[in-house]
């Protein structure tokens, strides 16, 4: 993505779709897929930062994300042995930092000295930038670091029963309550942060047609429609007011059920254009991507289109 010394750092949510289109003005694209309506407002938010660029959940991640000029942003949080708010991704650690164990096996200060940035390197060998020595962070480092300048989706990745109340400690601690959604795969712990803080927005993300068939076998005939259904109206039960479901199980008849019951679909598993192509086009009112950079230039490419017509 080409910028013409455009400040796209200077963004915030808070200049919203008009402010990121002036700021990418200067952006060159040679894509040719024929622009598509947005829905609005859209939110283009960083995957774990813009994890395509940079390791995941990690300090450069988010500065990577910030330069791109994107505001919202999603990251993964889990707790340390010692009760720290630690971001990482995964149930072991083993795959992307080396180490045996789940975070929740290891004090923070060991957490803080792991090295994810080898894991990046050898599984992202087309950037040019190499990252061995990132490492590990808390959620209060990223606070401190960048503060208001995003809107943050905290997804809650495990079960913890205090992962909760922790993240709120440090959200809270920072004034960040306006700042903030909370999301998760787990319903009891998408519940719990909508009890705990009713205040702040949540999203339940739903699991792919095929695992959610296999989570929750159901009788001949009840179709995968039906199930996703229950899981936007047990959300919409529960206070829940945004559903996320992956980009390739979306239909125009899901959307209408979340829509028809007050909810908003957000996408997720965007792993190419078409992926990104397909959630827009079906109306989806934001998606994570490794590649927020390509969301917001299809936003300019609606933009231009509308404005010459």
């Known amino acids: 993505m080409a910028t013409d010394g455009c400040a796209l750092n200077q963004i915030t949510r808070a200049a919203g779709l008009a402010g990121i289109l002036l700021a990418l003005a200067c952006t060159t694209s040679t894509e040719t897929h024929e622009p598509r309506p947005f829905p609005t407002p859209f939110e283009v938010i960083a995957h774990r930062g813009a994890s395509a660029y940079a390791p995941e959940n990690t300090i450069p991640a988010f500065q990577k994300a910030y330069a791109l000029g994107v505001v919202d942003v999603e990251l993964d949080i889990q707790l340390s042995q010692d009760g720290e708010v630690i971001l990482f991704h995964d149930s072991s650690l083993r795959e992307k930092t080396g180490e045996i164990g789940a975070v929740r096996d290891h004090l923070a200060s060991d957490l803080l000295e792991m090295d994810i940035g080898r894991w990046f390197d050898r599984t992202h060998p087309e950037v040019e930038q190499k990252w061995s020595g990132t490492t590990l962070c808390t959620l209060g480092e990223v606070f401190e670091r960048f503060g208001d300048r995003f809107h943050y989706h905290i997804e809650l990745k495990s079960d913890d029963v205090e992962l909760t109340a922790r993240?709120?400690?440090?959200?809270?601690?920072?004034?960040?309550?306006?700042?903030?959604?909370?999301?998760?795969?787990?319903?009891e712990q998408a519940e719990r942060a909508r009890r705990l803080a009713p205040?702040?927005?949540?999203?339940?993300?739903?699991?792919?047609?095929?695992?959610?068939?296999r989570e929750a076998p159901a009788p001949d005939g009840v179709t995968t429609l039906s199930l996703q259904q229950a899981e936007i109206d047990r959300a919409r039960m529960a206070g829940i007011d945004q559903v996320g479901f992956p980009a390739e199980d979306l239909t125009p008849e899901l959307?209408?059920?979340?829509?028809?019951?007050?909810?908003?679909?957000?996408?997720?598993?965007?792993?190419?254009?078409?992926?990104?192509?397909?959630?827009?086009?079906?109306?989806?009112?934001?998606?994570?991507?490794?590649?927020?950079?390509?969301?917001?230039?299809?936003?300019?490419?609606?933009?231009?289109?509308?404005?010459?017509?």
């Open 167 to 187: 993240a709120l400690d440090q959200i809270r601690a920072h004034g960040l309550e306006s700042r903030v959604r909370f999301t998760s795969f787990r319903f």
């Open 199 to 213: 205040e702040i927005p949540t999203g339940l993300l739903v699991r792919d047609a095929a695992r959610l068939r």
């Open 255 to 309: 959307i209408r059920y979340a829509q028809g019951r007050g909810l908003e679909i957000r996408a997720w598993r965007i792993r190419s254009d078409a992926d990104m192509h397909r959630a827009i086009d079906l109306g989806a009112m934001g998606m994570t991507t490794n590649w927020p950079d390509r969301v917001v230039r299809e936003l300019l490419r609606h933009k231009r289109r509308r404005t010459t017509r």
